[in-house]
């Protein structure tokens, strides 16, 4: 291909990008202004269309995997790529769920009356544009749209190129069901994937787009935070410990960490670490090891410190330990009771989720209250941080930094809010 074809088409991906930010901005207002029964209506007849043509949509999608396939992908990336008749059930079960829960827009959560007579409220509205940027997940095509448009807000999708054809088919559905609705198409738009470079046409569109939410790897999320331009929320990456003290229930704490390892590797609250007190003896921390390599996990550490007590590890580099593996792979690090799991977590941690297996009631309290993540668990598994299980439906992910939103984003978290103030001719 000459550059100056090259060219074009970078100047024809770019003009696309802005003109669905343009449109996108026009509809923003009038879906901000949707009662809640209106937007519930599309949500449910959404989640039905989506059942209904789910042949449509594992057809496209075992294209996306054949391509997948062809081009190298790893097997975590392929999981998280593949839709099957149960997991979009999965998702259309996470519209209605969506449905189901409180409206935040219009909710006051502030109120008072001013000396001079003048009625002030704080209230909920919507954000405006969402731009949304991730990888390889087809269902937050859904999920993006559920949330954004039950806030109020209008989704601009810019998923990757590996799940072109199953977005493409999904937002089809997604704005068929609008138009069925007399509500505008506009209202999710997903942009061209064919470079990087519509990226950064969206998290710039300063003026048109007025949040970008970016949902992925390490590499992707530093990307977009980097480069916005446009006010962003950060969804860290998950790499989530699960600290063993020497007061835990073994066997539970065995099956808590399996749990969070084991049950969906490719997901963000996959447990990536464990961490065993040195207080446990030795048996105790053999038998954890073993546990995690029967079920198929590679676990790298300190080979000396593990040979120590009968284990036999992968060797692990400093990398190891800040890694998300998003697979069958798991870091081990033998600490000096919770005051040296915290002090390895602080230094470690992606501020996601992070967990500990003790009966001892002032190590949970310990532990809980020094540890600095977005969530911290006491005795179950790290799969436990998701909007779904939190009862929030659908979640855009989750947010690792500080403000405005932290821990799994549904409905509040994509809204700001506006004070209004009534008078009754006051004059200052």
């Known amino acids: 291909m000459s550059a100056q074809q090259t060219d074009l088409d970078r100047a024809a991906e770019r003009a696309e990008v802005l003109a669905k930010a343009r449109r996108a901005k026009e509809v ?12 519930d209506a599309v949500l449910y007849r959404a989640a039905e269309a989506l059942t209904k043509r789910v042949d449509e949509v594992l057809q496209v999608n075992q294209q996306d995997l054949e391509a997948g396939r062809e081009a190298g992908l790893v097997e975590s990336v392929l999981d998280r790529l593949a839709l099957d008749a149960g997991r979009i059930e999965g998702i259309a079960d996470g519209l209605r769920q969506v449905a189901s829960l409180q409206d935040p827009v219009g909710e006051v959560l502030t109120g008072r009356t001013l000396p001079n007579g003048i009625q002030m409220k704080q209230v909920r509205v919507p954000l ?5 940027v991730y990888e390889a997940r087809p269902n937050v095509t859904v999920d993006a749209f559920g949330l954004a448009l039950k806030s109020g807000n209008v989704a601009l999708l810019r ?48 003026g048109l787009v007025d949040v970008v939410i970016p949902r992925g790897s390490a590499r992707l999320i530093e990307a977009v935070v980097t480069g916005a331009t446009v006010p962003t ?31 969906r590797v490719s997901v963000c609250n996959a447990t990536e670490t464990v961490l065993l007190d040195a207080g446990l003896a030795d048996a105790d921390k053999q038998a954890v090891v073993s546990a995690l390599q029967k079920a198929g996990v590679v676990v790298h550490g300190d080979v ?16 190891d330990f800040a890694e998300e593996y998003l697979s069958m792979d798991i870091a081990s690090a033998v600490v000096d009771g919770v005051e040296g799991a915290i002090a390895h977590i602080t230094r470690y941690s992606s501020g996601h989720t992070e967990a500990i297996a ?41 947010s690792t930094q500080k403000l405005h939103a932290r821990g799994p984003m549904a409905l509040p978290e994509l809204t700001t809010t506006k004070w209004i103030l009534e008078g009754t001719g006051q004059v200052r």
């Open 159 to 206: 998923g990757s190129k590996t799940a072109r054809h199953s977005n493409k088919k999904l937002v089809e559905v997604l704005q068929d069901t609008l138009a069925a609705h007399g509500l505008p198409r506009e209202a999710v738009q997903l942009l061209p994937c064919e470079t990087h470079d519509s990226v950064q046409d969206l998290i710039t569109a300063r």
């Open 28 to 39: 923003a207002p009038e879906v901000a202004a949707l009662p809640t029964p209106a937007k």
């Open 233 to 263: 929320i950060e969804t860290g990456t998950g790499n989530c410990h699960f600290y063993i003290d020497a007061s835990a229930d073994l066997d539970k704490a065995i099956a808590m960490l399996l749990n969070g390892k084991t049950r």
């Open 128 to 132: 405006g544009v969402m731009g949304m």
């Open 358 to 398: 003790a009966q001892d009631a002032d190590a949970l309290r310990r532990f809980a209250d020094g540890v600095d993540a977005a969530a911290v668990v006491l005795n179950a598994s790290t799969a436990f941080t998701d909007g779904e299980q939190y009862g929030m439906g659908a979640e855009i992910g989750i």
């Open 304 to 319: 000396a410190k593990h040979a120590a007590f009968g284990a036999e590890v992968a060797p692990a580099t400093e990398a």
